[in-house]
């Protein structure tokens, strides 16, 4: 396989598991196309690669931005602008977990807090349904608690000693 084919193939092939982390196919793109990439890219680059509109292209920029996984650059006397991604996988999973729980989990418990509270009158269904989306709510709190701390693990140094024990 040459380079060409096999920058396209994990490109499409990150694309296609952007779903997976909560991110569209054409965001999951531009971020693994950035990723490879050993220069920053400017986005006319971007939608000439991807086959996309500079509207599509800027949208999932500023996304991934958000996210802070990718960052503008600026290159002397260029007026266009160049982005590039976080190249430490490490600290890219840190800041896609805590994206994750920002958008899914904290919202999610959210939810199960106030189902889990209401006033049951005393039906076996309603206690039922109580005792169990309480424990639905604490064990959610619990692995989200879990994953707070371990995206917090560069500035924990039992924390750091566990991950490399993992590796």
Do not use: C
């Not at 800041?95 to 920002?102: A, L």
């Not at 006033?119 to 169990?132: I, L, N, S, Y």
């Amino acid at each position: 396989m040459k380079f060409r084919e096999a920058k396209n193939k994990f490109v499409q092939t990150w694309g296609a598991l952007g779903s997976q982390w909560g991110i569209n196919k054409t965001m999951a793109q531009i971020h693994a196309l950035l990723m490879v990439s050993h220069e920053p890219v400017s986005m006319e680059d971007i939608m000439e690669e991807l086959q996309i509109s500079r509207g599509n292209a800027s949208m999932n920029l500023r996304a991934l931005m958000d996210w802070g996984i990718v960052y503008k650059e600026y290159k002397t006397g260029e007026r266009r602008e160049y982005f590039t991604a976080e190249k430490d996988l490490d600290e890219l999973a840190v800041k896609i977990s805590k994206e994750r729980s920002k958008r899914e989990i904290k919202p999610a418990l959210k939810v199960l807090k106030e189902v889990s509270s209401i006033e049951a009158d005393g039906t076996a269904e309603e206690r039922h349904f109580v005792e169990q989306t309480s424990k639905l709510y604490d064990f959610v709190l619990k692995a989200d608690n879990v994953l707070d701390k371990m995206t917090e693990y560069k500035d924990n140094w039992l924390a750091q000693i566990l991950i490399k024990f993992m590796k």
